[in-house]
């Protein structure tokens, strides 16, 4: 079974799902690509860069301006859900709890304004060649520098309790 066909199966057969959105600003200063991290000041995921994102609410017209008003609250600026370019899917599970995330990533290059600290992140530009994989959710190094690249990505990751331990992960690159 591929890690597409996994991931299919997981989210057939979940109980509960709930979506979330996780979005990568990234752009070229001077010849050098970089990426714009946050990091996360309170609840799920405090103390670690991440790229930006949340639920999905159901007053969202779309997935993907569901991933543009999180940019907006989290990192003060302004990105249209047209210009998110679908990145692909991860899945969350976490042993003894029922609920499976679904989340949709996105990279989005175009945006207006100046990422400013909000109460949720503290924003930071990154070269790609020095982020801070270890403060970061220890799924992402599997799977950031294949977006990065330029592929899209479908992978689930399944955690112990403790939020930080993976016991298993499955992972599909798709090439661009
Ligand atoms: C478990 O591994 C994870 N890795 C990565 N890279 N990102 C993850 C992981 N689990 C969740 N995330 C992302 C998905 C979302 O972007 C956030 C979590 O969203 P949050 O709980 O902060 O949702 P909000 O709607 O912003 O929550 P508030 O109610 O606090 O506004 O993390």
Not at 13 to 31: C, E, S
Not at 48 to 68: H, I, L, Q, R, Y
Not at 107 to 113: I, L
Request: hydrophobic residues 35%.
């Amino acid at each position: 079974m591929s890690a597409t066909q996994h991931v299919a199966s997981t989210l057939q057969n979940a109980v509960i799902i709930k979506h979330y959105t996780l979005a990568f600003l990234t752009r070229d200063q001077n010849g050098c690509n970089e990426v714009l991290l946050g990091m996360k000041k309170r609840g799920f995921g405090a103390g670690k860069w991440n790229g930006f994102g949340g639920k999905v609410e159901p007053s969202d017209p779309t997935v993907a301006d569901a991933a543009a008003r999180e940019m907006t609250e989290e990192a003060n600026i302004t990105v249209h859900g047209s210009d998110m370019q679908d990145k692909g899917t991860l899945v969350f599970t976490f042993t003894g709890k029922p609920e499976v995330m679904h989340v949709h990533v996105y990279q989005v290059t175009k945006y207006s304004g100046i990422p400013t600290e909000t109460e949720e992140m503290r924003p930071q530009w990154y070269q790609y060649s020095a982020i801070p994989y270890s403060s970061m959710w220890s799924d992402d190094k599997y799977w950031l520098p294949s977006l990065l690249e330029g592929h899209k990505i479908i992978g689930q990751f399944d955690f112990d309790s403790d939020e930080a331990k993976i016991h298993h992960y499955v992972l599909d690159t798709i090439e661009h």
